[in-house]
């Protein structure tokens, strides 16, 4: 892949990346109340998350994800649910966690590296993403290396966002700002995650 064709490609991914969502709220989540360490974890993992799902569609396995009603709903309800979970959590957050808690600890980076990946991978809409964006460059000739570039494309650039976004955030002056204000953005945090998590259950519903 050439550096005219990989342009696009890359433009297309990061933006896809900067754009706000459940995904931003959990970064954010774990940067502040466990710390910088699990903020990369969250940004490594969701990472990771993303690229699985750019190896699904150039493995050609995305239609079966996208192509099944019944598949895509259970995976659209199951991250709705893993939502919920994840907002309640944080609306649960008390004022004297960060005093209390050690804010590098394994156990956080852990947590923060599951939830990095399972709201990505729960959310079925990266394969109609992958889908309407690998298709552009996809043909029956292209190589493995070509789409190992843009499996490596995808997932690169979203954990590189999500790193910056931590890296800007933690910053010591940054991160005591947002730590006086820890309980109230932790649950505005978690109340934005279930409104979207209910919004996603209405429309798979209804």
């Known amino acids: 892949m050439s550096l005219i064709e990989w342009l696009p490609l890359a433009t297309v ?5 900067m ?3 459940p995904s931003l709220a959990v970064v954010l989540s774990h940067t502040l109340r466990d710390g910088q360490h699990s903020g990369y974890a969250t940004a490594l993992s969701h990472g990771i998350g993303v690229g699985l799902y750019g190896l699904i569609t150039v493995a050609g396995l ?3 994800v996208t192509g099944s009603p019944l ?6 309800l ?3 649910a893993y939502l919920i979970y994840l907002g309640i959590k944080s609306l649960r957050v008390e004022s004297g966690y960060l005093e209390s808690h050690d804010s590098e600890n ?7 590296m599951l939830d990095g990946f399972l709201v990505a991978f729960l959310n079925p809409k990266l394969a109609v993403f992958m889908l309407a964006l690998f298709s552009q460059f996809l043909s ?3 190589d493995w290396r070509q789409r190992w570039t843009m499996v490596a494309t995808v997932g690169t650039l979203d954990a590189l966002w999500y790193s910056a976004v931590v890296m800007i955030v933690s910053r010591p002056p940054v991160l005591a700002r947002l730590r006086r204000a820890s309980v ?5 945090l978690g109340a934005t995650l279930i409104v979207i998590a209910l919004t996603v259950i209405g429309a798979t519903v209804l």
């Open 13 to 17: 991914c990061l933006l896809g990346a």
């Open 19 to 21: 754009s706000p969502g």
């Open 62 to 64: 995305a239609a079966l």
């Open 71 to 76: 598949f895509f709903s259970s995976l659209q």
């Open 78 to 80: 199951a991250g709705a």
């Open 106 to 112: 394994a156990g956080g980076r852990s947590s923060a």
């Open 140 to 142: 029956v000739d292209t």
């Open 184 to 188: 109230i953005i932790d649950r505005a």
